[in-house]
């Protein structure tokens, strides 16, 4: 009859198990590590990407900036003429004046939206987590939160503009301003003059008053509102472009 003898296992000491133990934490805990490095390369490479693209939004809200304030000085310019035409002791000798400079001026009037499709895609999607300075993500938060102004400021001007509109057809010939239009000279948004001295469809004190207060309330709106503000925000975009150029080492891309 056989006898089968069971294989000797060698017991593991106390300190093999330590160091065995020691040895299984130590490749978690290096894998935990690698992972969070990966993690945090790809979020510094996306943050990158973010801020170069937001670098390109602030770019084009400088140039909306530079453009709206150089259309709006005509825009005041033009009104304040307006303005003084109608009201003066010998207006119907200046109908092609009063003409051009009612319908020029609103021409000039520039209405600036924000480029922040870069900013609004990483509020909503949560990415402005990614900003890892938090002073730099206080001074994008709060441009963006500022210039959101703007958006107000366009529908309060709009509305103002439609009040002229309403009250200078009270005043003016639009068949006078068609054929302005319509001239082969005319190259947006500057228009030649009418010929000769149109005369006013209206002299009416009432009419020409509300025509000069509605032109004085977009004036006013124009001029201490929409230009102030685009000359302190273009000074505010450029110097963000700056501090996020610095911060990202960006002056060479």
Known sequence: MEVHHHPEVEKKGFKEYILEG??????VM???FAE?????????NKEREYIQSMISDLKKDTANFSRT??????CISGLDSLISLLNSPDRDQ???DLYYLARVSIYRVSLFQPSDR????MKSSGNLRLISTAAMADSITTYYHDVEDWKIQNETVRELTLNYFNSAVKVFDGAVFQKMLNDPRSRFPELPRPAGNPALVSTNKADIAEMTGNAHFLYARVSTRV?????S???????LIKILKKQYDLDDE
């Open 118 to 121: 870069v900013y609004s895609e």
């Open 30 to 32: 290096m894998g935990f």
């Open 94 to 96: 200046h109908g092609s």
């Open 36 to 44: 969070s490095l990966r993690e945090h390369i790809t979020d510094r």
């Open 69 to 74: 304030i150089h259309r709006n000085d005509y």
């Open 233 to 239: 925000y273009l000074h505010r975009a450029t110097s």
């Open 227 to 231: 230009k102030g503000s685009a000359k």
């Open 22 to 27: 020691l040895m299984i934490f130590l490749a």
